[in-house]
C-alpha cells in the first residue's frame, strides 16, 4: 500500500506536472489519505475535480441537407419549383423543350428490339429540323445527340431559346443551313418527347386504374435501336440517304451505329468524343451514377411518376457525371482551391471556418450542376440511356452475339491495306483491335471524320485512335483523324467552337 502512495508522490511532484496538475494533486491526496484510512478502496475511481462550465456549441448548420428536405416538401405541397440560380461558366442550355416546339412521328408497327422477346407496339420520335430540304433530298444530315439532350440542337422560328448546339447550327456555321438540312431527334427511351420510361404503357389504356407510365416495365434498349427508330423516321420523310451522320458522345456512337447498320444510305461519317467499345473505366462512371440514383427511395423501383421524383439521387448522380464531363486543369484555372465568401470569421482566432456543405468554389459549382438538372430529366431515361452506353461494342464478338443484321459486307476477313496502317496509339495496340476492325468492315468505304480530345476523361483520347486505327485495318482509306488540345475535357465537342466546328465544316464541304 505504502509503495502506491510513493508512486503517487512520485508523479504528482514531477517538475513537468507542478504548473497543471495543482487541483489534480489535491484530489490524489485525498484519495491516498482515503485508502489509508479504510473508507476507499484502491479500485474506486478518483473524482474529477469541478472543471470551469464551457460555452455550449451550436449545431453546425447544413443548407445543403436542407435544400433536399425543402424541395420534397415543395412536391407533397404541389409546388415543384425548381432552382433558378443562373448558369455559371460556359455550360450550354439544357432546357425541357416545350411539346409545341417539336415535330412527331409515330411509328404505328410493332417494333423489334435487341435485348427484347416482346417488341414495343410502337413509338414516337421528336425532332426538330434547321435548313431547306433539296429537291432531291440529298443534302440530309443527321445529328446525333448526347446522353440528355433533346432535338432541341438549335434555335427556331417556334421556339427560338439557345439549343445546345447553337453556334454550331446555322448559316455559315459548321453544319451550315444554306447548304444542309439538319434532323436533330430526341432518342428512343428519351423524356423529350420520343417514347421512353414515362410515356404511357398503350397495354395500360384500356386498365381498370387506368393508363399509366411504363416506368421499369419499360424494356431495355440499344443504340442500334435507337437508330434503327430514326431510319424509320427518314423513311417516313422520304429520305433515302444521308449526306451525313454526326455525333458527338453518345451521339457518335450513334452515327457509328448507323454507318453499320446502312452503309448503302450514309454518305459520311462524323464521329466526336465517341468510342465503338465502351471500356470498363466508362462504364463504372455511369454505374455509380445509377446507384446512387436508385439508392434514392423516391426512386422506388422506377414507379414514382404520381409522388416526389428521385430529386437527390437525380442531383448526386449529375454530379458524378459533371466531375467526368470536364477536366483537373480546366478546374484549376477556373476555380482553383478558391472559397466561396463568408461574411462572418471566428471571433475568437481570425480563422474562417469551414463548411461541410459546399465550401469551395469547385464545390459549389457541383452542387448547382446538380441543383439545376435534377428536375429537367427524367431518372428513368437516364438509367435506360446510360445501360444503353454501356452495352455499346462493336467488336466482332458482340455484334454476331446481337443477331444484328447490315446492308453492307461482312465477311469477317480483313482486307490487305493498301497502304501500311500507321498506328496512332502510343501505347500497344489492343487484344481486341482486331476484332474490332473486323466489326467496322461495313464502313470500309464511308468517308470518316473523327476527333479526338486530349483532356477527354470520359472517353479517353486512346478510343478515337483505336476507332481511326480500326477503321483503317477494316479496309477505310478515307479516314480523318484530328486530335484537340484544350482544357475543357469531353465537353469540347459543345465549347471549342473554332476547331470543332471548323473540322466539321472543311470535311463536310
Request: with cysteine.
Amino acid at each position: 500500500m505504502s509503495s502506491k502512495i510513493s508512486r503517487l508522490a512520485v508523479q504528482i511532484s514531477s517538475p513537468s506536472r507542478r504548473a497543471t496538475t495543482k487541483v489534480w494533486s489535491r484530489t490524489v491526496s485525498t484519495r491516498a489519505a482515503s485508502i489509508l484510512s479504510g473508507r476507499l478502496t484502491p479500485q474506486s475511481p478518483p473524482q474529477a475535480p469541478i472543471a470551469e462550465e464551457l460555452p455550449s456549441r451550436s449545431p453546425l448548420a447544413f443548407p445543403c441537407v436542407d435544400a433536399h428536405a425543402q424541395r420534397q416538401s415543395r412536391f407533397e405541397a404541389g409546388n415543384q419549383a425548381t432552382s433558378t440560380s443562373p448558369d455559371s461558366g460556359p455550360e450550354p442550355p439544357y432546357a425541357r423543350p416545350n411539346p409545341s416546339s417539336y415535330k412527331l412521328y409515330h411509328h404505328h408497327e410493332p417494333f423489334p428490339l435487341v435485348y427484347s422477346a416482346v417488341p414495343l407496339p410502337s413509338f414516337d420520335i421528336a425532332y426538330e429540323t434547321w435548313g431547306t430540304l433539296s429537291p432531291a433530298k440529298d443534302n440530309v444530315i443527321l445529328l446525333h445527340t448526347g446522353l440528355s439532350a433533346s432535338s432541341h440542337a438549335a434555335s427556331t422560328e417556334i421556339n427560338p431559346a439557345p439549343g445546345w448546339w447553337e453556334k454550331f447550327i446555322g448559316p455559315g456555321k459548321a453544319l451550315d443551313t444554306n447548304e444542309f438540312f439538319i434532323i436533330c431527334t430526341n432518342v428512343l427511351g428519351g423524356c423529350y418527347g420520343s417514347t421512353g420510361p414515362s410515356s404511357v404503357d398503350p397495354f395500360t389504356l384500356n386498365s381498370r386504374d387506368g393508363p399509366s407510365n411504363y416506368a421499369t416495365r419499360f424494356p431495355v434498349v440499344s443504340i442500334f435501336d435507337m437508330v434503327r427508330a430514326q431510319f424509320h423516321l427518314l423513311d417516313h420523310l422520304g429520305i433515302q440517304k444521308l449526306y451525313a451522320s454526326v455525333g458527338s458522345s453518345m451521339g457518335a456512337m450513334q452515327s457509328l451505329a448507323a454507318g453499320w447498320l446502312h452503309p448503302d444510305r450514309v454518305g459520311k461519317l462524323v464521329s466526336i468524343s465517341g468510342t465503338a467499345r465502351s471500356s470498363p473505366a466508362s462504364i463504372a462512371m455511369r454505374y455509380a451514377q445509377r446507384s446512387v440514383l436508385m439508392a434514392d427511395p423516391n426512386w422506388n423501383k422506377g414507379f414514382y411518376y404520381d409522388k416526389a421524383p428521385p430529386h437527390t439521387g437525380m442531383k448526386l448522380a449529375r454530379q458524378i457525371g459533371t466531375i467526368t464531363y470536364r477536366s483537373g486543369p480546366e478546374w484549376e484555372q477556373r476555380f482553383g482551391r478558391r472559397v466561396r465568401l463568408l461574411p462572418d470569421v471566428d471571433a475568437a482566432n481570425g480563422v474562417r471556418v469551414p463548411a461541410l456543405c459546399p465550401d469551395f468554389l469547385i464545390e459549389t459549382y457541383l452542387d448547382h450542376q446538380g441543383e439545376s438538372f435534377c428536375l429537367k430529366y427524367d431518372a428513368n431515361s437516364l438509367i435506360y440511356i446510360s445501360k444503353a452506353m454501356d452495352l455499346f461494342d462493336m467488336t466482332e464478338e458482340s455484334l454476331n452475339e446481337l443477331r444484328l443484321e447490315t446492308s453492307g459486307t461482312q465477311n469477317g476477313t480483313l482486307p490487305p491495306p493498301s497502304t501500311p496502317v500507321v498506328p496512332l496509339r502510343m501505347s500497344p495496340p489492343p487484344s481486341y483491335l482486331s476484332s474490332l476492325a473486323r466489326g467496322l468492315i461495313p464502313l470500309k468505304n464511308i468517308p470518316t471524320l473523327i476527333l479526338g480530345v486530349q483532356s477527354d476523361f470520359l472517353f479517353p483520347v486512346e478510343q478515337q485512335r483505336e476507332v481511326a486505327d480500326a477503321l483503317k485495318m477494316a479496309g477505310n482509306n478515307d479516314v480523318v483523324y484530328y486530335e484537340l488540345g484544350g482544357v475543357w475535357g469531353h465537353d469540347t465537342f459543345l465549347l471549342d467552337v473554332p476547331n470543332v466546328g471548323g473540322a466539321i465544316r472543311g470535311f463536310l464541304s
